[in-house]
């Protein structure tokens, strides 16, 4: 991890936006969401747009995004 993958679906490059997708740590996730001060909030979109440009790709996938989320709450 992280994982970079070459999506080929092209309904999806064009939903997204790209053909790089970035599957993050579930640590990258929790340590971002650990630096927010208590009472800012932060989208899921802008923690997603950040991993992605960290990790030099397009998009992140947002079915693991939904999952480590959820369980870092």
Known sequence: MPKIVTVVDEKSIE?????????????DYNSLMSEIPEGKVITITQIR???ADKYDADFTCPLTVGIFISLAL
């Open 15 to 27: 939903r997204y936006g790209g053909k790089h997708m970035l599957i993050a740590p579930p640590l």
């Open 49 to 51: 747009q950040y991993l």
